[in-house]
């Protein structure tokens, strides 16, 4: 229940800021789960979440400064966190970054949790997904790309493809 408890709340206000256009009136609903969390020690704890990464420490920031929850961040790679989550069964952390495949795999192994966020059918569907045999779930909150900025001008031979 804390694992899920936490994971709603930050994925309600995550979801409260960027789908702030899509999502109904929650603040009652994150209030309660904001209290619910800190009686049960106001920490998230995340793994590959560190506050140089992905605005991760602004919004964690954020986070604390509006509900009074406090980010303890073990900063990992992918695999590493897999690894992790799958020795611990996942019982010690409740939000963790990882690459798609690896949450993937996180879910077929049944590590993450079946709740899905309210905006889950507005996601494109290769950025969600749902195990058919341990009813996890993973989703994508971001997604990055690669690509070339050229200045024309000095660059005579533009790339097109990777070589």
Known sequence: MRKLLKVSLLVCAIAGSVFASIVVDYEAYVKELAQRARTEGGVINTYG???TWANY???FTRFYELYGIVQEDIDMGSP???ARMTEENASKNDVADLKPTFAILAAARGLTSDYCVSCWE???????GKDPNTGSVWYTAYWGTIGWLVN??????????WT
Request: no cysteine.
């Open 49 to 51: 979440m560190p506050e």
């Open 57 to 59: 420490g602004e919004i």
């Open 152 to 161: 024309v001008d000095m660059v005579k031979s533009i790339p097109y493809k």
């Open 122 to 128: 507005l996601l494109p569907e290769n950025q969600r």
């Open 80 to 82: 590493v966190v897999l």
